[in-house]
């Protein structure tokens, strides 16, 4: 089985920062990674698939990049909005699996 | 609209069975696939399996093969997860999400169905 490992497990930042968050994949998925934001209490949300694609309505300052076995979730100007924690998930097989997230806070 | 609309929480007993329920409506649901997401009070996501419900064909992640059975009625456009035997280590938050055939990602999450598990 391919396994996901995020990092760092959680960070904190300032309002304005720029963020990113890592993605590894123990073997290559060429670029069938998502990017889910799951505030507290809520649903997971859709930010980022095929690794760099922007899901409709989602803001600007969220890119992805990467392919094969390495992926970076970048928030480019950090805002109150975005404490959550994220999670990548591979998507290339019947078999999905996710990071074990990210936590996102303001410090 | 799409929506997938989750059965009320539950709170059950060590060893009893239980089926929760996952309806969808505003697409045509046997387009696509319907999974089943776990989480664990204050831990990550976890995915569980799959269902095709054109076809009731299913994919269950590795860890959870055995212990849980994800079904479809096609019919009613509803998917379940069900239990045979509860332990208190299934109490978590389960959803279910939808995503397109082929190699895509979940776009559409459930609002969660919130299991307890005690004596």
């Known amino acids: 089985d391919i396994q996901m490992t995020q990092s760092p497990s959680s960070l904190s930042a300032s309002v304005g920062d720029r963020v990113t968050i890592t993605c590894r994949a123990s073997q290559g998925i060429s670029n069938y990674l998502a990017w889910y934001q799951q505030k507290p209490g809520k649903v997971p949300k859709l930010l980022i698939y095929?690794?760099?694609t922007l899901q409709s309505g989602v803001p600007s300052r969220f890119s992805g990049s990467g392919s094969g076995t390495d992926f970076t979730l970048t928030i480019s100007s950090l805002q109150p909005e975005d404490v959550a924690t994220y999670y990548c998930?591979?998507?290339?097989?019947?078999?999905?699996?996710f990071g074990g997230g990210t936590k996102v806070e303001i410090k | 609209e799409v929506q997938l609309v989750q059965s009320g929480a539950e709170v059950k007993k060590p060893g009893e069975s239980l089926r929760i329920s996952c309806k969808g409506s505003g697409y045509s649901f046997t387009s696509y696939w319907i999974s089943w997401v776990r989480q664990m009070p204050g831990k990550g996501l976890e995915w569980m399996g799959r269902?095709?419900?054109?076809?009731?064909?299913?994919n269950y992640s590795p860890s959870f093969q055995g212990h849980v059975t994800i079904s479809a009625d096609k019919s009613i456009s509803t998917a379940y997860l069900q239990w045979s035997s509860l332990k208190a280590s299934d109490t978590a938050m389960y959803y279910c999400?939808?995503?397109?055939?082929?190699?895509?990602?979940?776009?559409?999450w459930g609002q969660g169905t919130l299991v307890t598990v005690s004596s």
């Open positions: 095929a690794a760099s």
């Open positions: 269902i095709d419900p054109s076809d009731s064909y299913t």
């Open positions: 999400a939808r995503h397109s055939r082929g190699q895509q990602p979940i776009d559409y």
């Open positions: 998930q591979k998507y290339n097989s019947a078999l999905l699996t």
